[in-house]
């Protein structure tokens, strides 16, 4: 009992002597926790129990720095620890106006990346707009009470002295600081153990970040940072050990290998898959002829376009236990195999500051990851993905036997009425009145939200169209599949995407369920009469696009010995694996026995 009570009171005494301190730093880093309760949310539970948290691993991390200062009995280390947490919700207050951010890995990397001439612009466009008065007016409202209460904290202390000092207040706190300095000993412990993305990936899958106080939050950010910069390193040593191999093509004839990525596409607003509206009248004419072939089983690991793409693009499988940054990417083996190879990314210079279009730009055009994947890679400038693909026909004069083309769409991205060109036929060929649904949800406004969707959806057919039409004469094959889907107010009154702790069934039937085709010339079929019936073989196979890598590899007829067949969707030793989405969700556990015709939208005949 006794050493309890020592303990109890060797916690509260830097509570005791320097509890303002204490307070005013606890109250300057709790602004993201504090908008994080009291925001509307369907999963109170959910809300809360992360909300609780996040404070807990804040009142550890206060009770840290107020045992500094109590330890230092420096007034310069108590005023300079209040002035960096005062600092620190200045800066989020400032991104929070301005642009609906936080300190995160996305604001440090466009902070180190920023110019002296991008420096000038920001200033000049931000540091006085009526936003960033309103932040600094916040702020010296804020430094103007902070200087109040430490002048006359002595008067407080002595005045609040008798009435707080008792064993009752002091077994509460000492409990309440004992419990955070837990939480915060685990927190920040795990985090800065995490030296690479996949770790801090798990840490946040713990933890919102959203609802993290601003000092963890920016621990978060700047160790996120490091962990990436360490990822890159490991795959450029990964593209590095390819050319210590000797891949081989076992093709004889000219082949030209298309891989084709989307974005953002539900499968179930494709007529491919049974959709109302027309949709995809080439990909549907295609199938038809029998050049294209629909899997129906297929998903992507994540809703998020970085995580999909550096999984897709590398010969990882999230299965087996394997990070991306732990295998080569799929185009490094087919360059060394001979290929000669072409990236063309409608994505590359679209909104290059934001935390998507970074950490792939940070791997996909790494100066040695390029040197060692692509003959060569686009020059960038288009709003639309007819264009990228234009621009490909265009400059690029196939001159190789073997020729490996990447095109990354934008598809149907975030606002899908900019992703065709205004006064095209797409621009107006649905309207609100063909979304023929009565759900009572549905306003005129969001139907024609739904609109704008089919109308980009029917455009990107028409992309996928170009591309064929191109090369229908040649020996060629396509694969096309979309890094994840969307919501549009398909089941319930939501539109984008949500990440869920517990993803439900409609979840992930919008959100994760993609399509994904293999479309083969005629030259191709009469060539590969074998790989065509494998191709048929596989339609209905259970499948994760994380392996999409050694699909790749088959198709280009190339021997490696990164290729694993069990991996390959259309191989005799094809083997399904557990299929984990959001690195902890059994995607086929939670869809098995679900009556997906209680999910899908029904529209009015």
């Known amino acids: ?29 709790a602004q993201q926790p504090i908008d994080w309760l009291t925001l509307p949310s369907s999963d109170r539970w959910y809300q809360w129990g992360m909300g609780l948290k996040s404070l807990a691993v804040e009142t550890g991390l206060v ?49 180190v990346e920023t110019t002296s001439k991008e420096s000038g612009e920001f200033v000049n466009t931000y540091m006085w707009s009526p936003e960033s008065q309103l932040s600094y007016t916040i702020d010296a409202c804020l430094a103007i009470v902070i200087i109040v209460l430490y002048c006359i904290e002595g008067k407080l202390h002595r005045a609040l002295r008798r009435p707080f000092h008792s064993f009752a207040t002091d077994l509460v706190a000492g409990t309440v600081a004992t419990v955070g300095l837990g939480f915060f000993i685990y927190a920040w412990g795990t985090l800065l153990l995490a030296s690479n993305s996949t770790r801090v990936y798990r840490w946040r899958n713990g933890f919102a970040t959203t609802s993290l106080d601003i000092g963890t939050q920016s621990a978060h950010a700047i160790n996120s940072l490091r962990a990436f910069g360490n ?59 029998g050049n294209l072939f629909a899997f129906t089983d297929v998903i992507a690991q994540e809703n998020i376009t970085s995580v999909v793409e550096k999984n897709t693009f590398c010969l990882n499988s999230v299965a087996d236990g394997e990070s991306w940054f732990e295998k080569p990417n799929f185009t490094t083996i087919f360059k060394r195999a001979g290929y000669n190879v072409y990236m063309w990314d409608i994505q590359r ?70 992703r065709y060109p205004a006064g095209s036929y797409y621009d107006n060929h649905f309207k609100p009145d063909s979304v023929r649904r009565n759900e009572k949800w549905l306003t005129t406004d969001k139907k024609q939200k739904i609109a704008y969707y089919d109308n980009a959806t029917l455009y990107n057919d028409a ?39 517990d993803p439900k069934p409609g979840t992930l039937m919008y959100q994760n ?49 990164y290729y694993i067949p069990d991996r390959d969707l259309i191989a005799p030793q094809f083997r399904p694996r557990k299929r984990l989405v959001y690195d902890h969700c059994d995607y086929d556990k939670v869809m098995r026995g679900v009556d997906r015709n209680k999910i899908y939208p029904r529209f009015v005949k």
């Open 231 to 289: 990822d890159v390193r490991m795959a450029v040593k990964q593209a590095r050990e390819v050319y210590r191999t000797h891949p081989t093509v076992q093709e004889r004839d000219s082949l030209t290998v298309i891989y084709v990525l989307g974005e953002s596409y539900i499968k179930h607003h494709a007529s491919l898959y049974g959709y109302e509206l027309n949709t995809t009248p080439c990909m549907v004419r295609e199938r038809n002829r």
């Open 63 to 111: 009770w840290v720095l107020t045992w500094v200062v109590w330890k230092s009995h420096s007034r310069l280390v108590k005023y300079l620890l209040t002035a960096v947490a005062w600092l620190l919700l200045g800066i989020t207050l400032f991104l929070s106006f301005n642009f609906e951010m936080n300190i995160s890995q996305q604001t440090l990397t466009v902070l």
């Open 463 to 501: 992309v996928m169209e170009k591309i064929f039409n191109l090369y229908r004469n040649k020996n060629t094959v396509v694969v096309y599949f979309a890094d994840h889907g969307e919501e549009v107010y398909d089941f319930r009154d939501t539109k984008g995407r949500h990440t869920e702790t």
């Open 513 to 561: 369920e993609v399509p994904f085709v293999i479309w083969c010339s005629d030259r191709y079929k009469q060539l590969h009469p074998q790989v065509v019936a494998r191709i048929k073989q596989a339609l209905h196979r259970p499948y994760m696009t994380d392996n999409v890598g050694q699909l790749m590899l088959d198709l280009g007829r190339i021997k490696t010995q």
């Open 349 to 418: 210079t679209q909104q290059p500051h934001k935390l998507f279009t970074v950490t792939v730009n940070q791997f996909v055009y790494n100066p040695e990851i390029m040197r060692l994947s692509y003959t060569a890679c686009d020059k960038g400038g288009f709003d639309y993905d007819g264009q990228l693909v234009d621009d490909f026909h265009k400059r690029v004069k196939l001159h190789g036997k073997h020729n490996l083309i990447v095109f990354h769409l934008y598809g149907q991205h975030v606002n899908p009425h900019y």
């Open 1 to 29: 009992m006794e050493k309890i009570l020592r303990f109890i009171q060797y916690i509260t005494a830097p509570l005791r002597a320097e509890w303002m301190f204490f307070i005013i730093t606890f109250l300057l880093l």
